[in-house]
């Protein structure tokens, strides 16, 4: 069993792994739609996360450009035809 004080560092770490994992996610939102608007010519700004990117003009041309980009930039393994099968 587990003391107080164990419980309530255990909780600490939790919290600040959450925001962590906050901070990681809003950071990899943030480039990946500085990526999108670069490939479409629109500011990150204007970019909704949970909008699909053919609302953008988004097709095999500038996914293929796309998968470029972040393959170039990440170390990820990313074909056009993924883009496809999420739009």
């Known amino acids: 069993a587990s003391t107080a004080k164990e419980f309530l560092a255990e909780t ?3 919290a600040t792994d959450r925001r ?3 901070e ?3 950071r990899l939102l943030a480039e990946l739609a500085a990526e999108i608007g670069q490939v479409v010519k629109l500011p990150a700004s204007a970019l909704q ?3 699909n ?3 953008y003009g988004f097709d095999s041309i500038t996914f293929t ?9 990440y170390p990820v393994s990313l074909t056009p035809g ?3 099968e999420y739009s």
Do not use: G
């Open 24 to 26: 990681v996610r809003e």
């Open 82 to 84: 993924l883009f496809f």
């Open 12 to 14: 600490r770490r939790t």
């Open 53 to 55: 990117l053919t609302n």
């Open 20 to 22: 962590d994992l906050s």
């Open 65 to 73: 450009e796309l998968a470029n980009r972040l393959r170039a930039r």
């Open 49 to 51: 996360p949970d909008k």
